[in-house]
């Protein structure tokens, strides 16, 4: 057996689960503690776990999903991105190619992937669960987005192919209000392909739970809980029935039917890639993901104010305009009351900048 057909689990792995039974491998993001975020390595196990689903004979199906029953996939990691990112917004360009090559291992993976959607899927886990061919969900699950709430953009898959999948009207719905979606709607937009109940109160199954009565059901009240018996039984439906189909023609298919997806992915996706490197330098990804971080509530009036009064809404001290009149020092923050080379007071540009 050549090597590129040896069968052989991911190596290394330590935020991702990889097993493969029965021709189905199971790709698992392994950090629910963390709502199941990924991390930077944990795209990078990802993309080497589909890869490797990808290259197996072995594997006729993928399924793609998260640990626990609370999260599928809640995007990127924000406290890292705050630690890492915006201080050093030129490796988010990197990120941001690592990311690129985690949705197209889903995205052209050969064999078809089925997302189980086990817990809400949020930001980059909506783009993830988009990325897949199907996507079956527990009844409890909701989908939505946050970048314009946090200080980003969508623009890792949702802003190209929720329009594609939902509608325009909808998707803009879900990308500039960052409404939540719960599945009975997800279902009916064609968000996902299957709704399993997953919310049961003692023999009774609760197909489209209220949002109060999922909270009831994680906390096991009034006799309720998530049991995902019922999403395993659907998925595995579904592995099944994708089994039963040629394997080159499948594979063609699919490469046919991603045809419009791979359009706007590869028209928007570089320049994506480019404005969220420069843009995570500005202030507003500094105020979204700092207020996520101390967790108090995002300023989007101040921010707005700074925009009508002109006080420099794009940095976070001020444009690099100013100057000490003591030290010579050139390029100080517009804001800035005193040199940060020599101390010295310094003349404000314009009042209150």
């Known amino acids: 057996m050549s090597y590129i057909r040896q069968a052989r689990p991911p190596r290394n792995l330590e935020e991702v689960g990889y097993r493969v039974e029965n021709g189905v491998a199971t790709v698992t993001l392994d950090r629910p503690r963390a709502y199941n975020c990924y991390s930077t390595r944990a795209l990078e196990e990802l993309a080497q776990a589909f890869r490797d689903a990808a290259w197996d004979d072995q594997v006729a199906v993928v399924v793609y999903t ?106 803009r719905q879900m990308l500039f209000l960052n409404q939540r979606v719960y599945a009975p709607q997800a279902l009916e937009w064609g968000l996902v392909s299957e709704v399993a109940a997953t919310v049961r109160r003692g023999e009774d199954w609760l197909a489209a739970p209220t949002p109060a009565e999922i909270e009831q059901a994680y906390r096991r009240e009034t006799g309720s809980e998530i049991d995902l018996a019922p999403l395993d039984r659907a998925v595995a439906r579904l592995a099944d029935r994708l089994r039963e189909t040629f394997p080159e023609c499948l594979r063609y298919t699919k490469a046919q039917t991603n045809y419009w997806k791979e359009q706007v992915w590869n028209a928007t996706v570089p320049h994506g890639q480019e404005w969220l490197t420069l843009h995570y330098a500005s202030r507003e990804p500094w105020e979204g993901m700092s207020a996520f971080v101390e967790k108090r509530p995002v300023d989007f009036a101040g921010m707005r104010r700074r925009w009508s ?44 900048r």
């Open 66 to 171: 998260g640990a626990g029953d609370r999260a599928f996939c809640t995007g990127g990691d924000v406290k890292e991105y705050e630690r890492d990112y915006v201080s050093r917004p030129r490796d988010y360009w990197h990120y941001m190619g690592l990311f690129r090559a985690y949705i197209e291992s889903i995205l052209r993976c050969p064999k078809p992937v089925i997302a189980r959607l086990n817990g809400i899927a949020v930001g980059g886990g909506n783009e993830s669960q988009l990325a897949c061919d199907f996507a079956v969900a527990g009844s409890h699950v909701w989908l939505g987005q946050v970048g314009t709430s946090v200080g980003s953009v969508a623009c890792g898959g949702s802003t190209q192919w929720l329009p594609l999948v939902v509608g325009d009207r909808r998707a």
């Open 309 to 352: 009064e002109d006080r420099h809404p794009e940095s976070v001290w001020g444009a690099p305009s100013g100057a000490c009149p003591e030290c010579g020092a050139q390029g100080l923050p517009a804001g800035f009351a005193h040199c940060g080379a020599c101390g010295a007071s310094l003349q404000p540009v314009g009042a209150g």
